[in-house]
């Protein structure tokens, strides 16, 4: 690469270097905007529809003694609502109720619309279950009736009437519509797709986002993307309205198993007690113990209120050892256990709570995962730890309550003993009479507590509270004007700038004056040539016409003078023209450059230097063999004269004299270096003002080197869109090295906008 000053960007150059392209760069803006426009406008519009809910506590409900504890306070799991609003089953649901698997579009020249129902009258014929294929059918509506094409089979039915009843066909639907209510749908093409059940809940398991609102907040956020706002928020809506339901039904399934275990107890008690009444009643016949004497009234009342005891104590005795019953029942198969069933310990009752909420739990997930869920497993280990606790503090109430008991007995027996005076028959009928009242408050407690879970059955409260229904963005999220219409004017501008950039990049040509001056700031630069399309104008023909190329070789030839210091100035002026490869136009410049100083009255000589390829005579109309210089720096020592070979190339102009290159010798550098050349140059210096030497390019050969130190100066011509940069570090080098005496750069070939030259060099042997 270059060096560090050559590195170095003017950024106003850049700047204006991209901006003589700015056509195009309008062009590309407005085709990127006007595409942003055409796609705002005909593509599908997305839009944003949301819900929030409020997660109620489940385990509450509607209870005629309830209690309250530490372990009734509200625990809701949101991660377990969140999986459950998803779950199969319910969005299933959805879908089934709604036919979200029947999906209808209206079909435009450009643009396809989904439609939440038709503008007339269809009835499906399938079931939600029965498609297990995706179906789709094309109905145009025209002035005879229907144009239906079945998409899957590529075949077209014709109808000739409005309603497809009278029609034998096998479409999955019916069309019943009146001819009146038609004409202005003629023309009007919809679409209808049946879809699998399974395909639509999948797609709505993935298309449904929940999230909470916040890590403290029991609300939970809905949302769902579609194309058409009424069919999302019918969607939302519905799976909010299953979810509940959901809910409820598990809930009312813990009351119908209680009113299932309370049923079969009553069936046993009522045996018991219709029993006990038809002993009373054969006691009294037998033994004619009609009434109930009043003695020994203070014995009784501590008998009655110890019975009294032993009753409340039985009857919690009698519900512990059900309960445990039905635990043990149940050690295989995972049931709900009868609530609020009339325990006198809140902690009991907590556990039963606790354990119908987790076996709630546990079907629901049941049903939508495998068993090997981590869910599942915490929830199984929950009610097993659950069930353990209830189990202990069962046996720890029954342990206490028999204890009790036997307490109670001990004081029944002392005070029996108080009223032993007592007749036995009284004794007799007391015990049949509290053993009655044993089953009939038993009785009456189970028809409470039935009563109680017919309530709850019939009243039972949702799993959520609706905070916002399904409401939908006004706008669309997708596609966002803004975004678009910015990345089109972000594209407008890159895509050109990019390809000016890239063919910037990948230009290895110079193209200036400002290409020089920017790497090779130490050379200076004499003139700049407009580029001569036209061969016939390649020589100034009259050189004292005011024309742009005259004007230009006159500022050359100022310019010449003022970069370099002669050391007398009577004396001539050797001034060479070189390049760097072929066809840079260092003859066109060394031959105007003469002409221009013989316009000046002055004697110049163009001496035709480069004797490998030489191009002189092409411009002055004469044959390559003439003889010139070769010829005499070939025959230098054999009285061989030079002014011999002199010829005048132009008529208007006396005072220039050209010496050709001549035949093109096998051994250049050879004559160049044998000492008639520096003969002639001393020679011509006494006859002529100027002497212009048209020398050979640099690179590949080194002709001119061999006789620079003949030079006073040199004029090093560039063809701009032509020579490759690469010719920079050849310029620096020869300048660095003092290769070429007073070296100056002419740029040829100034020409705007043009980047696609090639170069080449090659010499004749």
Known sequence: MFNTEADQINV?????????YWPWFLI???????????????????????AKIQVLDKAKGIELNA????????????????????????IEKVVVNNNLNITFFEKGSIQTSELVKLPFKLIALVKSDSIHTTKSFDITITSNGYDILNQNK???IQIKDYNTLDHVDELPFEILEEAKNMRNLIGHTYQIKFTPKEEVVSQLKLGIKIKKAGNLSNVLSL??????????????????????QDGIKDRQSVSRKTIEFINERLIGLFGELDSIENNKKEFKLQSKFLDIQKNAAQSIMELNMSDVSVFEIS?????ANALKDKLISNSKEIHLLPANFGFNNDNLNDFIDDYNTKVLEYKKLNSNAGIGNPLIINIKEQLDKIKNNLENSLDIFIKEFQFKKTQLKSQNKKINTKIASLPLNEKLLRSIERQQE??????????????EAAINLSVIEPSAKVVEYSKSNIDAISPKPFIIYSMAILLGLLCPFGVLYAVFTLDTKIHGVKDLEKFVPQIPIVAEIPLNKSPKEQILVNSNENTIQNEVFRILSSNISLINSFSKKDQSKVIYTTSSIKGEGKTYVSTNLSLVLASFKKKVLLVGADLRNPQIHNLIGYDKNYNGLSNYLYNGDNNTHWEDNLIKGFKNCSSLDILLGGPIPPNAPQLLINGSFKKLLDEAKDKYDYIIVDTAPTILVSDT???????DIVLYVVRANYSDKKIIKHLKMLHETEKLSNMALVVNGVKKDNYNYGYSYGYKN
Do not use: H
Not at 70 to 81: I, P, T, Y
Not at 235 to 244: A, G, H, K, Q
Not at 315 to 319: T, V, Y
């Open 28 to 50: 590309v803006l407005v085709s990127t905007i006007t595409i942003s426009f055409f796609y705002l406008k005909y593509s599908t519009k997305i839009y944003l529809t949301n």
């Open 223 to 244: 949302s769902l993307q579609g194309e058409n706002k009424t069919k999302s928020e019918l969607i939302l809506n519905s799976l909010i309205e299953e979810y509940n």
């Open 154 to 156: 590529n075949e077209r």
């Open 315 to 319: 009857n919690q005795l009698f519900l």
């Open 705 to 711: 080197f061999l006789i620079s130190k003949y030079a």
């Open 67 to 90: 209690s309250v504890s530490l372990f009734n306070r509200l625990n809701v799991n949101l991660e377990n609502e969140v999986e459950l609003l998803k779950s199969y089953p319910i």
């Open 12 to 20: 106003l150059d850049d700047i204006r270097k991209y901006l003589k």
């Open 438 to 451: 044993i089953k009939e408050g038993l009785y009456i407690l189970l028809l409470q507590k039935k009563e």
